[in-house]
């Protein structure tokens, strides 16, 4: 059985919404909890917590990627160097309401 893993998002963000669908769809193993981040002091980033570790903007998206076994995007997304993933990541995070809708 897989490692449980808790996934914490904004759920007033639409491609968040979105992103959270997919992957409740291929999570084949039932291993994934989706929380909202309204609990949580952290507003404008993606969560991820497994076992002990915590991941957080492009870390976070990476181990949901492999978690959901999307093996080319995460093969893709991690080519690139951490800083360069999280400044793509702060520049979605910023304007994904502008550019994708909040969902009220």
Do not use: Q
């Not at 193993?29 to 989706?34: G, I, K, P, S, V």
């Amino acid at each position: 059985m897989s490692e449980k893993v808790n996934v914490y998002y904004d759920k007033n963000c639409r491609l968040c919404n979105v992103a959270i669908n997919i992957a409740k769809k291929n999570d084949k193993d039932n291993c994934l909890t989706f929380i909202s981040n309204e609990h949580i002091d952290i507003k404008d980033t993606v969560i991820v917590e497994k076992g002990d570790a915590r991941y957080e903007k492009s870390d976070a998206v990476s181990i949901l990627l492999n978690e959901i076994n999307f093996k080319i995007s995460y093969l893709i997304v991690n080519i690139f160097p951490k800083f360069f993933r999280n400044l793509v990541y702060d520049f979605i995070a910023r304007y994904r309401y502008n550019i994708f809708g909040k969902i009220k």
